[in-house]
């Protein structure tokens, strides 16, 4: 099949222009559910000047729809202007980010690299937290604020984005690759991908206090010393644990941001 390479462009435009420059560009456009599933595939000619979001706006219940690309810049990026309940996956990232200007690494075809356009929720980030941590299993924890941990290395890690009607929430989780120091999960991509849209969809509309109950029983990260770095502040202490707004309690000092290092 051949391949959609986004290059380093990042707004909605500058991807519709350089899909519309491409002579053929296929999306594979999929309805699925984990019960069933059934693939539309949709040939995108430029000279027709169609681009992937008049694609997939023929196809499918926004909630069930999944664009899956090959490489992209970010999945977050592609994600950006498509619809609600839309979800983007993609084998390759060649700008994946995470929070702060960091970056998301990962090899082609190593990870789960996915983003869902969700609507917007305070807690949204613990909610994505919980729901991959349901849908990995096998003792994947949470770090405070966005990270999965697999027997205390960096697993995964949830990146939400806010637009003003919708947020895009991105789950990259390594399946057969790990950074140094970074754990891999070695479970089944898609397989994966089913059982975290169901855990999604159940928990971004959960009530808050459920999200945060089930959160402080995943949590590695709540009766631990905690450094948190705020860039010009470090603040140490106990985190004892999440208020309502989903910041952490540190030392009776609720903390909103920050990059935390377990002690
Ligand atoms: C995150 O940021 O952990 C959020 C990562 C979100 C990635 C997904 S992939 C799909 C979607 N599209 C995107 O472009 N992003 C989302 P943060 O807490 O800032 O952590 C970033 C840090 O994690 C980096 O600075 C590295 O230290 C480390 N890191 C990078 N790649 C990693 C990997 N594959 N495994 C473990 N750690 C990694």
């Known amino acids: ?61 926004p909630s069930r729809r999944v664009v899956r690309l090959k490489s992209v810049t970010s999945t977050q990026d592609v994600a950006r202007p498509m619809p609600l309940g839309s979800i983007v996956v993609a084998d390759h990232q060649t700008a994946g980010r995470g929070r702060l200007d960091r970056r998301w690494e990962a090899p082609a075809g190593t990870g789960l690299l996915v983003s869902f356009v969700l609507r917007p929720n305070p807690v949204l980030s613990l909610a994505a937290g919980v729901a991959a941590a349901q849908a990995c ?17 960096k697993v995964g890690g949830i990146l939400v984005e806010v637009l003003p009607a919708t947020a895009i929430c991105g789950i990259g989780i390594n399946l057969t690759w790990a950074p140094p120091g970074g754990a891999k999960l070695n479970q ?5 991908l089913d059982r975290l849209r169901v855990e999604l969809d159940r928990w971004a509309s959960a009530d808050v ?10 949590s590695d990260t709540l009766g631990r010393r905690v450094r948190v770095d705020q860039g010009e502040h470090v603040i140490e202490g106990k985190a004892e644990d999440i208020g309502r707004g989903g910041e952490l309690i540190v030392d009776g000092t609720p903390v909103a941001f920050g990059s935390v290092t377990h002690l």
């Open 1 to 61: 099949m051949p391949l959609i390479a986004l290059t380093t462009t990042t707004t909605a435009s500058a991807t519709r222009l350089r899909l519309s420059k491409l002579r053929t560009a296929p999306a594979t456009i999929t309805t699925t559910s984990p019960a069933a599933r059934s693939i539309i595939t949709t040939s995108v000619i430029a000279r027709c000047r169609l681009n992937v979001l008049l694609a997939y706006r023929r196809v499918g219940q």
């Open 137 to 153: 299993g096998g003792g994947v924890r949470l770090k405070w604020p966005n990270d999965l941990l697999l027997n205390g290395a």
């Open 188 to 192: 089944d991509r898609d397989v994966l």
């Open 209 to 218: 206090e459920d999200v945060l109950s089930i959160w402080r029983a995943l």
